[in-house]
DNA sequence: ACAATGTATCAATAAAAATTGATTAGTCAA
DNA sequence: TTGACTAATCAATTTTTATTGATACATTGT
């Protein structure tokens, strides 16, 4: 159905575009070790407070990242269903490669 | 080896980029049934042939897509070799989110 | 209740990306 | 050679994102 694809895409597009930046991949990349606490991610990036918050709300605004806050402190950790999420779409995205069809001439 | 990993999520934050746009996965999703004209893609997408030009060019420089002269007419294809770069990338990442460590308490 | 701490949010600005229309550059056919 | 056609590129503008510093909010310890 083309309304779901589009869907699909539009939520695929939003995804990607949460993952088209270094600092983020940086962050995704130390959440891969397990949840952080936001003090360590700052550190650990050697950026502003104000900067990293802005990234986490971007990765969490996509549906990537969960937080929770324990005390004073807030952790993030990646959110497993969407990351299972994106292996699938692009699983299927995978699955249409393989129908290849014949060379279509041009324009006609 | 850390300047490896940094060159590593540029090059990735550069495919996602490309990635992060509903037009361009249009695109992508097209080209998975195999090669195609600029024409049949500017009547598929029903857009104009300069933002049209200008989404194949961004695919292109990210080195996702190839193209290819016939006469007047040019070719877009998607590089398999990329598609699998970024197969492999994506799976280094998964490995890493195996190994789990112990939850660390925080800032201290 | 107050001060200190961790983090989010806001407002202003800067930087990057997308859109549009016009122009240019190849290719073909007459 | 000219004209028609396909598609890239350019310039101007608009839109979207990112950065920065300031401020607000919640929590904890005194």
Redesign the interface.
């Known amino acids: 159905m083309i309304a779901t ?2 869907k699909d ?2 939520q ?3 995804w ?2 949460a ?4 600092t983020r ?2 962050i995704i ?1 130390r959440l ?6 936001v ?2 991610l700052t550190e650990f990036l050697q950026t502003g407070q104000s900067r990293l918050s802005f990234h986490l709300k971007t990765l969490k605004d996509a549906g990537l990242l969960k937080d929770r806050r ?1 005390g004073r ?1 807030i ?1 993030y950790s ?1 959110d497993d269903d969407a ?1 299972s999420e994106i ?1 699938r779409w ?1 699983d299927s ?1 995978k699955d ?2 393989l ?6 001439p ?2 006609d």
């Open positions: 694809r589009t895409l539009g695929a597009a939003l990607f575009h993952l088209a930046d270094e991949l940086k990349e891969l070790e397990g949840e952080q606490c003090c360590d324990e402190w952790y990646l990351i292996g692009l995205f249409k490669r129908k290849v069809r014949p060379a279509a041009c324009c």
